[in-house]
């Protein structure tokens, strides 16, 4: 348990904690016999033995790679100058290649002053070239310019990883963008559905209560009070999905409550004829809620627009889909409510989505027709 937690503890040190290991490890390797003549250098200047000084001018080289991520400048700056005193006091280590490093962290690092920061380099490693050739460097100007170009590229490869990491920073923010616009979307159908539904069967028991007395608007009063609480239980559970702390997995009504859906509707005075066939899935994945839906939109149109005029619901199970068919005949009654018709079109993406079918329009006779089919077993 201890060995996995090591990873874990390290990622939480600061990041100069964590770089600082890579500049020790430059000043180690510097004292290797096996490296000598592998040094980064540049003017081919005949090297001297490390003393107090050396060491000194090494710690500077290296240590500032702790900086690297953290201070990106700073740590260029420090590892250029140690670099520059390496060059003049021809003090040929190892540690020469902190420069590389520096320079490529600083060009994946560096937010502000980044064309500065390349002047700045270029002129100081101009002034350490002249000041090599002054010391007596056999190097000519070609190898002088060849040790830039690769510096340059160094610079370059930083740039480059700068340049991916905020287009991945960029990708990861469209993709949450992408996904909060998919989930108050998906939010807004679950309120139309729910909200339509039962105001809807508010409005037509409301109106219907008014030519009913004695025990008959009891009823009616008890039903509008009823189909409210149920609408009050829904949108708190919707508005508690909004919360990033509820935790709570989005509710899937089983077509088994489409009993309770009909019953409902029959109360607010809609004669509903229901019937289900076969078994269902083992696993239906987001069948079950979409097939609930279009059963809920199906009665919600039938009360809008044929108030009172005979409805069908029929659920057939097949194996590996979910087939629904709301069928509401011709109202006499006129429409209880306009339509927005984002209802529909809510459903049709639904099923959609799944790989399904749907439809809604006019019947033979007058009325209107809503089916779907929808694989069951599809991701929820």
């Not at 209802?343 to 079918?357: M, N, P, Q, T």
């Amino acid at each position: 348990m201890e060995l996995r937690r090591i990873p874990d503890r390290w990622r939480r040190l600061d990041v100069a904690v964590r770089d600082l290991p890579l500049g020790l490890l430059l000043a180690a390797l510097s004292f290797l016999p096996v490296l000598r003549g592998h040094e980064t250098q540049v003017g081919d200047l005949p090297g001297r033995p490390l003393d107090a000084l050396g060491l000194a001018i090494m710690a500077l080289e290296c240590l500032p790679l702790a900086l690297r991520r953290k201070r990106p400048a700073l740590s260029m700056a420090l590892v250029a100058l140690g670099f520059t005193l390496a060059s003049l006091g021809s003090y040929h280590t190892v540690a020469g290649t902190a420069l590389p490093i520096a320079v490529l962290s600083a060009g994946a690092h560096l937010e502000r002053f980044r064309r500065t920061a390349i002047a700045v380099l270029t002129v100081a490693y101009a002034g350490l070239a002249l000041a090599l050739v002054r010391l007596g460097s056999t190097e000519g100007a070609a190898s002088f310019a060849v040790f830039y170009v690769l510096l340059a590229a160094t610079w370059g490869v930083g740039a480059w990883l700068r340049a991916t990491r905020a287009a991945e920073v960029e990708r990861r923010r469209r993709v949450a963008e992408a996904t909060r616009t998919a989930e108050r979307t998906s939010i807004a159908r679950e309120l139309h559905d729910v909200v339509t539904h039962h105001v809807t069967a508010m409005i037509v028991q409301a109106e219907a209560a008014r030519y009913l007395d004695g025990d008959r608007l009891d009823q009616a009063l008890h039903a509008v009070g009823d189909t409210g609480r149920r609408a009050t239980a829904d949108l708190r559970h919707l508005l508690d999905l909004l919360d990033p702390d509820h935790g709570a997995e989005p509710r899937t009504p089983p077509v088994g409550r489409l009993l309770s859906l009909v019953e409902q509707t029959r109360r607010a005075g809609q004669p509903v004829d229901f019937t289900e066939q076969g078994e269902p899935a083992a696993a239906t994945g987001s069948a079950d809620l979409v097939a609930y839906r279009v059963v809920q939109e199906g009665l919600t149109n039938a009360l809008k627009h044929a108030r009172g005029a005979d409805t069908a619901v029929l659920v057939r199970h097949r194996g590996s889909e979910i087939a629904v068919e709301v069928r509401s005949g011709r109202s006499a009654a006129g429409p209880a409510a306009e339509g927005s018709g984002r209802g529909l079109a809510g459903l049709r993406e639904r099923v959609d989505l799944l790989g399904g079918e749907f439809d809604a329009g006019p019947g033979a006779d007058g009325g209107f027709v809503v089916r779907a089919r929808i694989p069951a077993g599809s991701p929820s």
